[in-house]
């Protein structure tokens, strides 16, 4: 099946007459009725039927018209977005990233996106980065951005971020007047639930390497819920840098002379999927947006 197969029929069944289509097209009557004798062998069904001097579509034929005229219209709003270098982008997209990230950069980022290319819809979940990897792998997100992935065969990934995991506290707590960090040991500390990559922060190896034994009083599964902690200046954890930088108003952070306890923030999906420029752009959304708060 050929576009100029289907614009013959199409025009064939708008005037219930191969001669005047013939005319309309500026071609042969013989050449629409090949076409249209081409394309009953190849859907094996008849899409005409003779009444008189006129035929008249079959059911099957009423079906093709409606696919037909909807992909004809198709074809030609892409050779008018391809000639137009301000293109509206469309089409429906599942994407996903960790809590804090999807509610404080994705969805913003996303929406943007949307009002300036109202043909765009989306799906958007908020997962912990070892279960958007796993829905990317699998197909059923087209983008997500996590923390610290590993890679695999399933999927590609682009770093958007290398960063620091920072000390983190209420901009009150106790530890922040002398800043000691052997001092830590005793305060109450809360760290993010183990799972994929950055979220592994119970036994992170950076504590054994400066002496910390972290009390930990709670864990967490989002940075919402550690933030609000942290508020309260009882409690201290380590937080992605551009998290703790963003909440700079209610928090405090720093880092000890040869603190390396870095982590990485990247865009993933599936491995055979071609990324498309929609999100091609949200990716770089997703990057200015990410270094803006740390600048």
């Known amino acids: 099946m050929k576009l100029d197969q289907l614009q013959y029929f199409v025009e064939t069944a708008r005037r219930q007459h191969i001669g005047q289509a013939a005319r309309f097209l500026n071609i042969s009557p013989s050449a629409i009725s090949h076409s249209l004798t081409a394309l009953e062998e190849e859907f094996g069904r008849k899409l005409f039927e003779k009444q008189g001097r006129q035929i008249k579509l079959t059911q099957h034929g009423k079906l093709l018209l409606d696919r037909a005229e909807f992909l004809l219209a198709e074809s030609q709003r892409i050779h008018e977005d391809l000639a137009n270098d301000q293109t509206e982008l469309r089409g429906h997209y599942r994407i996903a990233a960790p809590p804090y990230i999807c509610s404080e950069f994705l969805t913003p980022q996303w929406m943007g996106l949307q009002n300036q290319h109202p043909g765009l819809s989306s799906t958007i979940m908020s997962l912990k980065s070892a279960e958007v990897l796993a829905r990317v792998d699998s197909g059923e997100v087209d983008l997500g951005f996590c923390l610290s992935p590993h890679t695999g065969p399933h999927h590609e990934q682009e770093i958007l971020h ?28 809360i760290a993010a639930m183990a799972a994929q990559g950055i979220e592994s922060c119970e036994n992170h190896p950076v504590f054994k390497r400066f002496s910390l034994s972290p009390k930990i009083s709670n864990l967490f599964d989002s940075y919402e819920v550690a933030i609000a902690a942290l508020k309260l200046n009882t409690v201290w954890t380590i937080l992605p840098d551009f998290i703790a930088r963003k909440n700079h108003s209610m928090l405090e952070s720093y880092v000890p002379k040869g603190w390396d306890a870095d ?8 491995k055979f999927r071609i990324r498309t420029q929609a999100l091609d752009l949200l990716v770089d959304r997703m990057r200015e947006s990410i270094l803006q708060t740390l600048k």
Do not use: C, I, M, Q
């Open 162 to 189: 290398k960063g620091l995991l920072l000390l983190s506290f209420g901009k009150k707590h106790s530890h922040l007047k002398e800043r000691k960090l052997t001092d830590l040991n005793k305060y109450p500390s």
């Open 263 to 270: 982590y990485k923030v990247a865009a993933v999906w599936p």
